[in-house]
């Protein structure tokens, strides 16, 4: 098998390509697509750009060799950040779901050893029609696998989870192979997520290599809801508002006073989204009089 496998390795020399010269504009070949994104590449300068190029041709290139998929059944595009295969149907797909994907986490990691920052990868892979002309591949299966790769919910994965590889799968391919089973392929350690992609919302299926079913992280909080008026108005999650500046409250000459019924007795988990003035008073003993909050006005003259 290393004999095969290092024949194989010297066949994946960059620059080689498939010859596709047979192949018809109008004619669409059903293959896996297959993207392949690094994570938060904007962060990466230019001088350590090049470097995590290199390693995800690497990591990429060698789960392929390792996999017996043969170069010249591969078609591959550069995007900067990542990389975009076509694999021809003769390769089983099982082989692609299960050997590939197990070769590329290792080699991931063997990447990753002698990283401050590991390269993260987030992998999208979908099956269905696929259009070559001498510029490189197009068609909705080409969508379908970028926009898994690129979905939010991967990303939130991979930082939930603290994982340096993520793989989210059409919901036609769980279907069709992944719920089958195979050699290294385990269809309960997929979970189902919905993704509101730019064609509509579908379901992916993520899986994160060499762990159980991941639980989806739910999508980022919205702006937070708005301040109440009058006295603070408490939310579900046990956080207060203060009131807007302008109405009865805090902002006002004097502070409305409340119920006791209607002040927690242990304020000291509470959170507060505060558009004005504010003031928190707990347990305090008052022995003479005392005004709480800015005085507005003309200052009347203190007498002694």
Not at 147 to 158: I, T, Y
Not at 167 to 177: F, K
Not at 244 to 256: I, L, R, S
Request: aromatic share 4%; with cysteine.
């Amino acid at each position: 098998m290393g004999r095969q496998a290092g024949k194989a390795e010297k066949d994946w020399g960059l620059g080689v390509d498939v010859d596709h010269g047979a192949m018809d504009v109008a004619e669409a070949r059903y293959e896996v697509v297959i993207m392949v994104d690094a994570r938060r590449s904007g962060a990466y300068d230019d001088v350590d750009k090049p470097r995590m190029r290199a390693r995800i041709y690497r990591v990429v290139e060698t789960a392929l060799a390792h996999a017996k998929v043969a170069r010249d059944a591969v078609h591959m595009e550069d995007r900067g950040d990542g990389v975009l295969m076509s694999v021809a149907g003769r390769i089983p797909v099982t082989r692609l779901l299960g050997l590939w994907m197990v070769e590329v986490h290792e080699k991931l990691r063997d990447e990753n050893r002698a990283l401050r920052i590991p390269l993260g990868l987030r992998v999208g892979m979908h099956v269905g029609p696929v259009r070559y002309d001498t510029k490189g591949i197009s068609g909705r299966a080409v969508d379908l696998a970028c926009r898994l790769a690129d979905a939010p919910v991967a990303r939130r994965l991979l930082d939930a989870e603290q994982a340096d590889l993520v793989l989210v799968v059409s919901n036609s391919l769980y279907e069709d192979v992944v719920s089958g089973g195979g050699k290294f392929i385990e269809p309960e350690r997929y979970s189902p997520a919905r993704l509101d992609l730019k064609e509509g919302e579908v379901t992916g299926w993520c899986h994160l290599p060499g762990r159980s079913a991941p639980e989806i992280p739910a999508a980022d909080d919205g702006p937070p809801p708005a301040a109440g008026t009058g006295t603070a108005a408490r939310t579900a999650s046990g956080t207060a508002e203060a009131p807007a500046p302008g109405t009865d409250g805090a902002d006002g000459a004097e502070a409305k006073a409340t119920d006791a019924d209607d002040v927690p007795s242990d304020t000291s988990d509470a959170q507060y989204i505060v558009h004005g003035d504010m003031s928190q008073h707990t347990n305090n003993e008052y022995h003479q009089p005392v005004h709480i909050g800015r005085i507005t006005g003309t200052p009347r003259p203190r007498k002694d």
